[in-house]
Structure formats: structure tokens, C-alpha cells
């Protein structure tokens, strides 16, 4: 049985994603996700999707930016105040280097990009509910920042293990309308 306190359930559930990550080394599941990402790629007009670098029990959608050139790939850059703005990246060896916790981030010379700009979101998370309910990492960084992305849509890219039946949420948590899980 999970915890049902966001703390708790963050721990047990990185826990278990770090034990997954673990067992598949080669990264096939990430692999098979951004296979099902493809329906959502795979559009004739230039896209800006906001991605993000990943931790290492993530999926990894870094791959998304040479499969798809003709979109433009933006990642977050964090702030002062649990703010976070995303900025276009074209080579992330070349437009990122590691900041907070090790995570690479956009170099803040490169342009932001407005929220209201983007056209697709892909959120990140520890867990999730088949019916969009997601547990973050605790900074509260998408939960002030997808309410200003007015026009994207929103998805999570998500492990078989990230989905559970229960998600504690607050008043302020945003639910991800479309979850994609293997």
C-alpha cells in the first residue's frame, strides 16, 4: 500500500522509479514512450514544445530533438522565487550546462520564450493518475507556470510504475489532461 502523504509518496515512488531505472539499463522504455509521444510529434507545423533535461529514472526526451528538427525544443531554466522560464535549445551540449541539482539548464543568454508561445507542454513527475492528477518534485515550478501557458496542450510522458490510483492533490495542482504511459 502507498503512503498517502505527498512526501512520503514522493520517497517511496523515487525510490521505486531509481530501482526501475536500475533494472533497464539499455533505456528501452524511454524509447518505447517517445514512440508513443509520436502521434503528438509528428505534425506538419513547427511546434515550440516545452521538454525538460532528464534525471536519470526519467524518460528521455532529449532524442525528440533530432528526431523532430522541424520543431523548436524548449527547456527550463529555474529562478528566484520557485519561477522557471523556458528558453529555446538547439544542441543541448552546446546551449546547456548543469545547474541546480546537477540538471542541465538552458544558458539564461539564449532567448525566452514566452508561456502564452508555446503549443505543447510536457510535464514531468513523479507520479500520475490515469486521470491526470500528477505529484511534482515538491518546487512547485509547473504549478505556478502552466496556468500562463494559455494555448499548449499539456502531457506527461510517464513509466507504467508512475501511474497509481491515488495522487494527493492540492488546491493549486494543475491536472495533466493526457498521460502517455506504457
Known amino acids: 500500500m502507498l503512503p498517502t502523504g505527498k512526501q512520503e509518496l514522493r520517497r517511496t515512488m523515487l525510490l521505486r522509479l531509481k530501482d526501475a531505472a536500475a533494472n ?10 517517445r514512440r508513443l509521444l509520436a502521434p503528438l510529434m509528428a505534425v506538419p507545423q513547427p511546434l515550440r514544445v516545452a521538454i525538460y533535461a532528464p534525471l536519470p529514472h526519467e524518460v528521455d526526451l532529449l532524442p525528440l530533438l533530432q528526431e523532430y528538427p522541424q520543431h523548436t525544443f524548449c ?17 543541448p551540449a552546446a546551449d546547456m550546462a548543469p545547474a541546480a541539482m546537477g540538471i542541465p539548464a ?3 543568454h539564449l ?30 515550478y509547473y504549478d505556478r507556470y502552466l496556468p500562463r501557458c494559455t494555448c499548449a496542450r499539456l502531457c506527461a510522458a510517464a513509466f507504467a510504475e508512475q501511474i497509481i490510483p491515488f495522487v494527493p492533490v492540492d488546491r493549486h495542482d494543475l491536472p495533466i489532461p493526457q498521460v502517455i504511459h506504457l
Open 24 to 33: 533497464d539499463p539499455a533505456g528501452r522504455r524511454s524509447a518505447a514512450l
Open 75 to 91: 527547456f527550463p531554466r529555474c529562478g528566484r522565487e520557485h519561477r522557471m522560464e523556458f528558453h529555446p535549445v538547439q544542441d
Open 106 to 108: 538552458p544558458h539564461a
Open 111 to 140: 532567448p525566452v520564450i514566452p508561456p502564452q508561445e508555446l503549443d505543447l507542454v510536457i510535464v514531468p513527475g513523479v507520479a500520475f493518475t490515469t486521470a491526470g492528477a500528477r505529484l511534482g518534485y515538491g518546487g512547485g
